[in-house]
């Protein structure tokens, strides 16, 4: 168990049976009333950010979260298999429990799972991956206005907005958190 006096960035902790991160918080004392600590919260399993207010010294059960290394080999219908790079057993990942991680997966990358008490709630995925672009539509001669861009297909599903100069066959690089081009890669 901690306190709201033990609260430091990134630490977790078990609130309605879920498990959340502390990404800020701030200790209030107001003029009147009792102290409190204004905090805002990433729920691991969905990563959705939320805003919860404690009284100063309130007692909550802190979460243990363990980390693994593992390697994406491939897709099943609704099972996504990795592989533990050190004993090399393979772990199958329904797409409900990745969520939208799951359109950034490109072969043999490398993502830590994310799992409380046995439980496995997620992966993280690294802050970009690089994959093919596989469906792209020709950029029009002559539509050069600045900042003109179009949608492609890349290697693992998702959809990217990307500059009209990137063809089908290139490699991007794609920023995972919030699904944008960065740049091609050679």
Known sequence: MISTADFKNGISIVQDDEVYTLVEFQHVKPGKGG???????????????????????????????DKQMVQFLYAA???????????????????EALGDDAKFLVDNL????????GKLLGVEL??????????????????????????????????????????????IKVDTRSGSYIERVN
């Open 35 to 65: 102290a409190f600590v204004r905090t805002k919260l990433k729920q691991v399993r969905t990563g959705k950010v939320f805003e919860k207010t404690f009284r100063a010294g309130e007692k909550m059960e802190q979460a243990v979260i």
């Open 110 to 117: 490398e993502v830590l799972t994310i799992s409380h008490e």
């Open 126 to 171: 690294p802050a970009a991956v690089v994959a093919e672009v596989v469906e792209a539509e020709p950029g029009v001669k002559g539509d050069t206005v600045s900042g003109a861009s179009k949608q492609v297909k890349i290697s693992s599903g998702a959809v990217v907005q990307v500059p009209l100069f990137v063809n089908q066959g290139d490699k």
């Open 77 to 95: 219908g609704d099972e996504y298999v990795f592989m533990d790079n050190d004993t090399y057993d393979q772990v199958s990942i329904s797409a």
